[in-house]
């Protein structure tokens, strides 16, 4: 929900605010910030119709419905697999289905790994088998496994301190929990810096701040000059029950086995629609969220959630009718006040008009009219254009979205804002946003007219692997986050179902 308002209201106002130097001008660089915030308010009918629709209307739990039959139909979409392909045609057909401008895909290179069969069984002190995920691109092992004494450390400075000690061993990392940005480190490099100190192979506890012996995957990053071992998580039970184990002076073995392969890039497209700006359709306000997944789950969470609701913030501006042209009524009757174009959308009034032939739209006469007065509902299509992302092989580091910004960034003067929800989808409480102070007062004035749904709260850092190459460069950007902790962090790696909570259809 907040993610359409910011859209259609308060991008009018920000970049020029942005980092200290306009990106572009116009005439918002030479109005004061009252000014911006008297405009701001008059939206609110707007922002009321827009959350009625949402959350009361038709479009009641459509995101949710949408998002169901895909991951029903497809399944897990993984970088360079069939089924992501299969998506992304479903949703280009959507997208247009859905009756929005410019639908098309833009062809990328992109990652195509397989995890193969993958086994870990604790042969000392007893025999365990252990539930383990390969992260993405790695290695496999050789068709007989790795067998190997284990070293347990709980940082990568302990391993540090005894690197003579790693040699021939797999590195079992129990780094505790921080935060998900400070954690995931021992995901993405665990296996370079256990491979600097001569070990076989990695294993790291799930980053996660809970667990039901549940592992996770993700992305892993090889470096180059350092040999390449094979690497994957382990759930935190068995990464704290190793960690006792060493600590009272167990000697642990383990017999690793992962069937992983990398395939050459593969052919995919990064999937674009828009709501084409009435007064600069030049400059594009961005929002997104990605399609692939990993191939454990079906992705409904990460970031199916996220590119839905993106789609979804498009079409209720399409379905409330502020796409339709100015001076275009979708009312019958000849209604002048003198005081500028408008539209009537559905009969919704923002206040009464004593312009003749009558203030109340029920004693109008039969038409055909049309509508001139600045006390309704205006359709006016938003001023930029808003263009829908949805962003393929993220889940490799944002390959598709950094083959979009080499491919756009010439024009980087026209995007006024960029978005990309991917935290997941869970009941919102605000917004993060990176720009200047003057660009973060407009937002919080932007989220007062989210008071309705109580979702009003302007967070910093900003950020999103899909969307860091335009904040490097300037551009104003605000993810959506969740609840931050309460749903323990980035959990939706292998989410099999759609949140209930995402039927709140905000």
């Known amino acids: 929900m907040e993610f359409l308002l910011f859209t259609f209201v308060g991008v009018v106002h920000l970049l020029s605010l942005s980092s200290g130097k306009p990106i572009y001008k116009n ?37 949710y419905e949408r998002l ?50 993958e086994s870990a069984v604790m042969l000392e002190p007893r025999i365990h088998r252990m539930a383990i995920l390969g992260l993405g691109s790695s290695i496999g092992t050789p068709p007989e496994g790795i067998t190997a004494e284990v070293l347990v450390v709980t940082s990568f400075e302990e391993l540090q301190r005894r690197a003579p000690e790693a040699r021939g061993k797999i590195v079992v990392y129990n780094q505790p929990y921080v935060n998900y940005s400070t954690t995931v480190q021992y995901r993405v490099q665990g296996a370079v810096e256990a491979a ?57 073995v383990i017999q690793l086995k ?6 050459p890039d ?12 009435s007064k600069y359709p030049e400059q594009v306000v ?40 100015p001076g275009v009524s979708q009312q019958r009757g000849n209604h002048v006040c003198g005081r500028g174009p408008c539209l009537v959308l559905g009969g919704l009034m923002r206040a009464p008009c004593t312009a003749s032939p009558a203030s109340n739209p029920a004693t109008w006469g039969p038409g055909p009219w049309e509508v001139r007065c600045a006390s309704v509902l205006t359709g006016l299509r938003p001023k930029r254009t808003l263009r829908l992302v949805l962003w393929t092989a993220e889940e490799q580091g944002g390959v598709g979205a950094f083959q979009y910004y ?59 692997t899909d969307i860091n190459f335009w904040i490097q460069a300037g551009v104003p950007a605000r993810p959506k986050p969740a609840e931050p902790e309460e749903a323990g962090g980035r959990q939706g790696r292998r989410s099999n179902l759609p949140s209930p909570c995402f039927r709140r259809s905000r």
């Open 27 to 63: 005439d918002i660089s030479r109005r004061t910030f009252q000014e911006i915030r008297e405009e701001i308010a008059s939206y609110g009918d707007v922002a009321k119709a827009i959350i009625d629709l949402a959350v009361y209307g038709k479009a009641q739990n459509r995101s």
């Open 68 to 117: 169901a039959l895909l991951v029903d139909t497809v399944g897990p979409r993984p970088s360079g697999s069939r089924s992501l392909e299969k998506a992304i045609q479903i949703m280009y057909q959507n997208l247009r289905e859905d009756g929005l401008e410019n639908v098309h895909l833009e062809p990328v290179k992109i990652p195509h790994w397989e995890r193969g069969e």
């Open 196 to 252: 600097k100190v001569g070990a076989l192979a990695s294993l790291i506890r799930s980053v996660a701040s809970f667990s039901i012996y549940s592992p996770h995957t993700g992305i892993q990053e090889y470096q180059d000059g350092v040999p390449k071992i094979p690497t994957a998580c382990i759930t935190v039970e068995d990464a704290e029950m190793m960690s006792r184990m060493a600590s009272r002076g167990n000697r642990i």
């Open 258 to 263: 992962m069937g992983a392969k990398n395939y």
């Open 266 to 277: 593969a052919d995919s497209f990064n999937t674009v629609a828009e709501i084409i700006g």
């Open 286 to 325: 961005l929002v997104s969220g990605h399609l692939d997944s990993w191939d454990v789950g079906q992705g409904a969470m990460d970031d199916g959630g996220g590119a839905f609701i993106s789609w979804e913030a498009l079409s209720l501006i399409k379905d409330l009718g502020l796409t339709g042209q």
């Open 406 to 464: 080499l491919l756009h960034q010439a024009n980087i003067s026209n995007y006024s804002l960029v978005m990309e929800s991917d935290l997941g989808t869970f009941l919102p409480s605000g917004l993060q946003f990176t720009g200047s102070d003057k660009a973060r007062a407009i937002v919080e004035e932007v989220m007062h007219l989210l008071q309705p749904v109580n979702v009003t709260r302007v967070f910093r850092a900003g950020e999103g």
